[in-house]
């Protein structure tokens, strides 16, 4: 299996070196490498930065408070990571464009609207700022979350304050886990497409991935693109093995215990203050997204026949990539698992990682010059493709969740299984899976989602008769139809959402059931 993905990464990039060298010395191309590389590079580093800053802010209050409804709150910030860039990016549309909830209320009230520029830079890193920093804000969290006990009675018999807890305490904790998140971030930034699609406001803030769509799309400039595509897998690349020096970012997926150490005074008020600007800014564009979409435009949507198509390819694809996600990350986790021998432990995991490298516009760029170099029909193998490619890209999570927990097993209960001489099918049915099964869930549940909200890899191979719910939902605003946009975006939330509820628990409790 290891292999099979090394191979595949492996053509994928083929086809875009080989596309490159087969050009004529003389080939040029319009596109303005240097300003979209510093461009790119700056928007990713900004949101790096605010990410990190709102995120650790947020971890420290979420740490300290405790109230109803706290899990809940928990909960909306770890769903940061499956909420679709397209819906976030036009929920802000819906709360601070021309028409949105903010302008009316000033005009109402002050009789002019606030006009605030929504497109460019600064939505971009508003965007950004919400999914990356709710984010950082979990993983953060659940660093906190395992300080010691210990350490907290003796900071409490010391009489720390506030300010000083954070400095002894909890900055020690959490300083180690920023270098690797802050790559992570970076990475997610650096390769985003939808939020800057949507809110870029033009080519002065275009990245490259979005260079790479419009070369490939628009302009069919396939020598630009893949001078493009080459130039991101180097600073991937380059961002992933600096990245793996760094201490490794806990998963964060799981409740949050808290702490019954609390603040008083002005610590506690900035405690508060903080929750409740962060849940506003991460809420109320998911709420603007429910409230316009599930209105009269929603109805209207029921009724076309192409919305029934691309939700049906939209389900299809997305459970099809995660069934693939399990298969893939369950084979390649039970192999590591099973030797100690580092370098093949590394050989097996290491092809899963391949996204953080190539991501998914530049995915689609070589499956689509492999397929065209194999004089296939790419509307033909569209659907594999795209199968494929959001394989590809949930599979990095889908290793790191299910790694750690299989060595444990291996490690712990390795000698036992050996005794009891069980055949690998019993193995796996009687101990590891019942031991597994919620993380199981967590994976099929991340694949989906990403697989439903991704338009990175279906703008590439998308036509009139093959489309997901985001192609369609960029379609609709293209054409204007912003109540057909709001109603898809609605419902691509909502189905986002109960997946990621629904699908672990379903998968916990198959799993308890046998154990």
Partial sequence: MAAAVALLVVLVLWSIAAAASSEPASARTAIDVPHLLAMTAIQAGLTTVLSLVVGTALAWALNRLRFPGRDLIVGLFASAIVTPGIVVAFGLLAVWGRSGWINILSETVFGAPLNVPIFGLGGILAAHLILDGAFAARILLTRLDAIPTARLKTGQSLALSAWQRFAVIDWPTIRGTLPGLGAIIFLLAFTSFPVVLLLGGGPANQ??????????????????????????????????????????????????????????????????????VSILGFALPLAAILFDGLGSGLEALLQRAAFWRSLGTSLGIATLSAALTLLLALCLCLGRAATRSLPLRTGIAAPSYAYLAVPAVVLALGFFLLVRG??????????????????????????????????????????????????????????????????????????????????????????????????????????????????????????????????????????????
């Fill in 207 to 276: 990245t490259l991935e979005v260079a790479i769509y419009t070369a490939v799309r628009l302009d069919f400039d396939l020598y630009g693109a893949v001078i493009l595509a080459l130039v991101q897998i180097a600073v991937c690349t380059t961002v992933v093995l600096a990245a793996a020096a760094f201490a490794p970012v806990p998963p964060s997926l799981g409740p949050s215990r808290g702490q019954r150490w609390s603040d008083a005074g002005a610590a506690r008020a900035a405690q508060w203050l903080i929750l409740v």
């Fill in 374 to 515: 194999l004089g296939l029909d790419p509307a033909l193998a569209a659907p594999a493709i795209v199968i494929l490619a959001n394989t590809l890209l949930a599979l990095p999570f889908a290793v790191a969740t299910l790694g750690p927990p299989l060595d444990a097993i291996a490690q712990s209960r390795g000698r036992l299984i050996r005794s009891l001489n069980l055949s690998g099918v019993r193995q796996f049915t009687q101990v590891e899976w019942p031991l597994i099964g919620r993380e199981a869930g967590v994976v099929v549940a991340l694949a989906f989602c990403f697989s439903l909200g991704d338009l990175g890899v279906i703008a590439l191979f998308g036509t009139q008769d093959f489309a997901t719910l985001p192609l369609l939902m960029v379609r609709a605003l293209g054409a204007y139809r912003t109540n057909d946009a709001a109603a898809i975006a609605a419902l691509m939330l909502c189905l986002t959402i109960f997946a990621f509820v629904a699908i672990p628990r379903l998968f916990g409790s198959s799993a308890d059931a046998r154990a």
